[in-house]
């Protein structure tokens, strides 16, 4: 893989440029400041029917901290602007690094995909490590999400639920940020 960091210019102009797909992806990503909306869209904008790579690539990089915001992002965003979750390539392997990673909004994209994920097959152990590592985060906003996905994975689960229940039950008790307990109010366990 030619070296990222050797890319110069701007990453709109990957193609005049002779970039490979894969680095303007990755530059487009690195631009991104983490704040703006409109950025990080104009990336999936110009990028995502640019090359079959897309998706595959998101889901290589959120094993990338450097990369995994704006990946995760990016997955988020084509999950909610009309890409199928079976049109995607497996993303265990992006659950699992999200699952470990030290950026709280590449856990909070993920957390948010899973909703547009069937959880009942191979993707259970990747989303239970996730969602059960994100209970016991400082962030509520995190926390809240996990909890919806505790739910999901309940739901798909039976053997879950007697557990799912008992932490949802706690939490309704125990947590005050209004951010969980909006989230709890949608749960069916």
């Not at 390539?89 to 909703?115: E, F, G, K, N, Y």
């Not at 995190?142 to 798909?156: E, F, K, N, S, V």
């Not at 309704?172 to 909006?182: D, G, M, P």
Request: some cysteine.
């Amino acid at each position: 893989m030619p070296d990222r960091g050797a890319a110069q210019g701007d990453w709109r102009e990957w193609r005049e440029e002779g970039w490979p797909f894969e680095d303007a992806l990755a530059a487009a990503i690195d631009a991104w400041d983490g704040k703006s909306k409109a950025m990080i869209a104009a990336v999936h904008e110009e990028l995502a029917g640019a090359d079959a790579d897309y998706l595959p690539l998101l889901v290589d990089y959120v094993a990338e901290d450097a990369l995994s915001d704006g990946a995760t992002w990016l997955l988020k965003h084509a999950l909610e602007n009309g890409t199928r979750a079976k049109d995607l390539p497996d993303i265990s392997a992006a659950l699992v690094a999200a699952a470990h990673s030290t950026r709280w909004p590449t856990q909070l994209h993920m957390l948010q995909i899973l909703p547009a994920l069937d959880l009942s097959g191979q993707l259970r152990p990747a989303a239970q490590g996730l969602v059960f590592g994100a209970l016991s985060s400082k962030r509520a906003m995190l926390r809240a999400w996990a909890y919806t996905g505790a739910d999901q994975l309940a739901a798909q689960h039976a053997d879950l639920r007697m557990r799912v229940m008992q932490i949802l039950d706690r939490a309704r008790s125990e947590e005050t940020a209004a951010s969980v307990q909006a989230r709890l109010k949608h749960c069916r366990f």
